[in-house]
């Protein structure tokens, strides 16, 4: 949808729309000459409608850039868009703007969102209820009931590992940038939730750059994730994974990895990190390594595994050093 505005007659602030395709005008539910003339705020949603100006103006000096927008219809129905604005290139003063509907793609979104956050919510408390019913039956006289009951609270633990690592990737997918911590802090933070959570676990760390070297807060749940990861795949009594950090040879690059000793990635779960591939069975590992290549491509980066010497894997999140600051595309 394209529209072309002029300064209006009220101190120049006031776009007023000069032009525009049967598109723009019959989106909204109106005849493209009904349309001409009037002020484009009149258009706008409330909440968009006091973003006008500023964007206006920004946007007369060349300097806007693309931004949500809502667009309200005759029939007071919302069209979400996207605008993009620039100033016109004759000799009038003004501006010349392309909106791109994105209403259904949000209404699929919200929908998405309320979806699962609904089943999530439904699905926990069902899984707690199930693990009140498992410590009972673990109270039984009966071995084999025990035996059973264990294997289902093995099962329940594993869905709400899952429950909640849906909700961080679903967290990180938000548009909110990212806050900014030293690297140091992170690793040594994620050092300390580890052994909290796994007590005969220990978290080893290097950290072979500047320990104020700030970076987004979002690598701290790939970090996190990855150490637990190999905590758990590790079948000896007293679990170890080493934590690095260290700088790539160019100096572009922070490389924060994860060593374990455990049975190694298989190679379907190396896929998700490498294509973003899912098989049809959903693995608590996989889904975790899920939440570590969203971290990684919202950075700019990418993740790696390799066979440890001795036996093991080496998870490897590579990002350059921008996008591990700014945590975004």
């Known amino acids: 949808m394209f529209v072309v505005t002029r300064p209006g007659p009220s101190n120049g602030r006031e776009p007023v729309i000069e032009d525009c395709n049967e598109r723009f005008a019959s989106r909204l539910g109106h005849e493209r000459e009904d349309v001409l003339g009037r002020p484009l705020g009149e258009f706008y949603a409330p909440d968009s409608a ?55 793609r949000k209404r699929r979104e919200e929908h ?27 109270r039984s006289d009966d071995a084999d009931v025990r035996e059973s009951a264990r294997v289902i609270g093995r099962t329940v633990e594993r869905w709400l590992d899952l429950t909640e690592k849906a909700k961080e990737i679903e967290h990180l997918f938000e548009e909110a940038p990212a806050g900014t911590r030293p690297v140091g802090e992170i690793i040594h933070e994620t050092q300390t939730n580890v052994e909290l959570a796994y007590l005969s676990a220990t978290v080893e760390t290097e950290i072979d750059v500047d320990p104020d070297l700030p970076v987004s807060d979002r690598l701290h749940a790939a970090v996190e994730e990855l150490c637990e990861n190999g905590v758990k795949h590790d079948d000896d009594d007293e679990p170890r994974v080493l934590l690095r950090a260290r700088r790539s040879d160019s100096g572009e690059f922070l490389e924060l990895s994860v060593a374990d000793r455990g049975p190694g990635v298989p190679e379907h ?27 990684a491509r919202r950075a700019g980066g990418c993740v790696t595994v390799d066979d440890r010497a001795g036996g093991g894997s080496v998870v490897t999140l590579r990002v350059p050093v921008r996008g591990a600051l700014t945590g975004t595309e």
């Open 50 to 104: 006091e973003s006008l100006y500023g964007g206006y103006e920004r946007a007369l000096r060349g300097e806007f850039d693309r931004a949500e927008r809502e667009l309200l219809a005759r029939d007071g129905t919302v069209v979400h868009t996207v605008v993009h604005a620039v100033p016109r290139r004759d000799d009038t003063e003004g501006v010349a703007a392309l909106y791109v509907d994105v209403t259904e």
């Open 269 to 295: 779960e190396r896929a998700i990190l490498r294509e973003g591939e899912e098989t049809p069975l959903v693995h608590g590992s996989g889904l975790g390594f899920w939440l570590v290549r969203t971290v």
């Open 112 to 138: 998405v969102q309320i979806l699962n956050r609904v089943m999530r919510h439904n699905i926990r408390n069902d899984l707690n209820v199930l693990y009140g019913h498992t410590e009972m039956l673990l």
